[in-house]
């Protein structure tokens, strides 16, 4: 049953003004977060043998993480930093890796490129390694420092840009192939046929621009008309995006932004009657939606493609993990953060593992674990293969929907496939 809206144009103002309230209250929601400085480790060899580096004692392994706390991600970044907190805790329980503590150095640059470069260079004096860094635009601008200093890096960005780096790795799939999957589903599912137009609203910068390289890939493939609104991650009121949207007669609208715009594109198309099916990727969707008005709206229209399930899925080890989240953060809303987080997480536990096994937690020699892996497989999803630095680790994506109800407010609507053309894709793609 869709929502029935009525909407005098007196009205609509007053409409905007409280969802802009609610996403405002929203994305000011994150919580500072202290970090513990510590003495820098020697890098000697440990008494048990074992080679270390920067970030590594005979006693301890720290990570580190650049994260948003404070800026338009700083929901996703809370409930990251606190996963991988909470893994960090479980594998201390267990004894540690290699004998060692593991220590998570956190660091909020607030979705501030000079910020983010400045913690980098304080940070990475004394971390072997990188389980989370937020935003496409933090990881361009650090890129070349984390190649030089050989730090294992697994971005919360997923550019094609930052493909074909040895030291970093973009987990599940890039922006490109998510968006080929897009367009996939609303001609499979949502009746889009040759000659229509599917509009897509994205934000400047990498995210988008990779992101719009899929659907323009797809696009031309399936037939369809393509009408593209670029906007800044400052832009929450879609309004004028939408009326452009709305001459060109579209028929589906893909969104590449933050969950700020997903609810202000779905809403404004609600009230203004462009009741056609939106599709988001993953950092476009946060629970949170479902608490402001646009909630009726984004039920009967959104759809979210995404590497990873909903945390709603009955997969037996994402029910363990947020059975373990909401008893260490009983306050905290379980989202997609905390599964991309607690998966990131748990796949950095492997390398080290396998580097302590292979003599040697180095920065280097945890890059050279890292690559040597195929198939890797932590049951949070579909497995991942890390042995080629220019593909991403995985091509297929699930399809989830908003379900206020539903635990992390999302349900998996399709499991993970591959879309049809994503290799033919991937393959024009390679040199």
Not at 172 to 186: C, E, H, K, N, R
Not at 196 to 220: C, M, P, Q
Not at 335 to 355: E, F, P
Not at 391 to 406: E, F, L
């Amino acid at each position: 049953m869709k929502p029935t809206h009525h909407h005098t144009h007196r009205a609509a103002p007053r409409t905007r003004t409280l969802l802009a309230t609610a996403l405002a209250a929203l994305l000011l929601a994150g919580t500072g977060c202290s970090s513990k400085a510590g003495s820098s480790g020697s890098t000697d060899d440990g008494a048990d043998g074992i080679k270390t580096g920067p970030g590594v004692t005979g006693k301890t392994i720290r990570l580190g993480a650049l994260t948003d706390l404070t800026g338009p991600y700083a929901t996703l970044g809370k409930s990251i930093v606190q996963a991988q907190q909470m893994w960090a805790d479980e594998v201390n329980a267990r004894g540690g890796i290699c004998d060692r503590r593991v220590e998570i150095v956190v660091k909020d640059h607030g979705y501030d490129v000079q910020k983010a470069v400045t913690a980098y260079a304080d940070l990475s004096q004394d971390v072997v390694a990188l389980p989370q860094v937020i935003g496409s635009p933090v990881m361009a601008a650090l890129l070349d420092d984390i190649e030089r200093d050989k730090v294992l890096t697994f971005p919360q960005a997923w550019a094609a840009s930052l493909l074909d780096r040895d030291a970093v790795q973009v987990l599940g799939t890039t922006y490109d192939i998510d968006m080929i999957a897009a367009v996939d589903f609303l001609t499979r599912s949502k009746g889009l046929a040759k000659g229509d137009t599917i509009g897509h609203v994205y934000f400047e910068g990498d995210y988008g621009a990779n992101a719009l390289e899929g659907s323009r890939w797809a696009a031309k493939k399936a037939g369809l008309k393509l009408a593209g609104q670029k906007i800044k991650a400052t832009d929450t009121d879609l309004s004028a995006q939408v009326s452009a949207l709305r001459k060109e007669g579209v028929t589906a609208i893909l969104i590449s932004a933050g969950p700020a715009q997903t609810a202000s594109l779905v809403g404004v198309a609600a009230s203004r009657g462009l009741k056609v099916p939106v599709v988001s990727s993953a950092p476009g969707y946060a629970p949170q939606l479902m608490k402001t008005p646009a909630a009726p709206a984004l039920a009967a229209m959104l759809n979210v493609v995404s590497a990873a399930p909903a945390v709603s899925s009955d997969l037996p080890g994402v029910r363990k993990m947020v059975a373990a989240y909401k008893k260490k953060y009983p306050g905290s809303l379980v989202d997609s953060g905390v599964l991309s987080g607690y998966n990131a997480a748990q796949l950095m536990g492997r390398d080290l593992k396998k580097a302590c096994e292979n003599g040697s937690l180095s920065r280097e020699d945890v890059v050279k674990a890292h690559r040597s892996q195929s198939g890797v497989d932590v049951g949070l999803g579909t497995a991942q293969d890390f042995s080629d630095k220019a593909q991403p680790a995985n091509t297929s994506t699930y399809v989830h929907k908003p379900d206020a109800h539903a635990v992390g407010a999302a349900v998996n609507v399709e499991d993970a496939r591959t879309a049809p053309g994503v290799e033919q894709y991937l393959a024009s793609r390679s040199r």
